[in-house]
């Protein structure tokens, strides 16, 4: 097993489709994602009930903006080494341009926090040729949710 690491979304206002978290894979090092968390803390209710579509997509060339473009990457054991990938988290304007492919998507009630644990079968692998893998939100949410998520990978 590699090293374990994880990039946290600090809770934030979210109104467009944005990419929560974008990771770039070192040379060398793929990373396999684990599981995710995805909250909101504002939107309480049934009548502030929808559903938004949630994808990790893998293979943009273009790096995303308007986040936080030097997001940590913490080692889950404080002994490990720092991470070789990088990632960014919150942005506005979603990574774009390669080959887009979308490994995973599924649709996420709001009213409820949504947890992910991969099996190792269904775990997402991404390497440096594929550029870049993003979490996405893939519409804008019907009014601003204050919108956190973190993600668990390895880098091998």
Sequence with gaps: MGRMYT???????????????????????????????????????????????????????TTGSGGNAGAAVSPKNPADAAAGCTAETGNTTQASAGTAVTVYSTGWNVRAPMEVVFTPEQRIICTQAQTLLCCRLLAAPADSLTIGFSVGFEEI
């Design 7 to 61: 990039v946290h979304l600090a809770p934030a206002a979210a109104t467009v489709a944005l990419d929560l978290v974008e990771l770039t894979p070192a040379d060398d090092k793929p990373i396999i994602i684990h599981g995710f968390r995805l909250f909101q803390t504002t939107d309480l209710g049934d009548a502030a009930e929808e559903i938004i579509g949630v994808a990790w997509v893998r293979g943009n060339a």
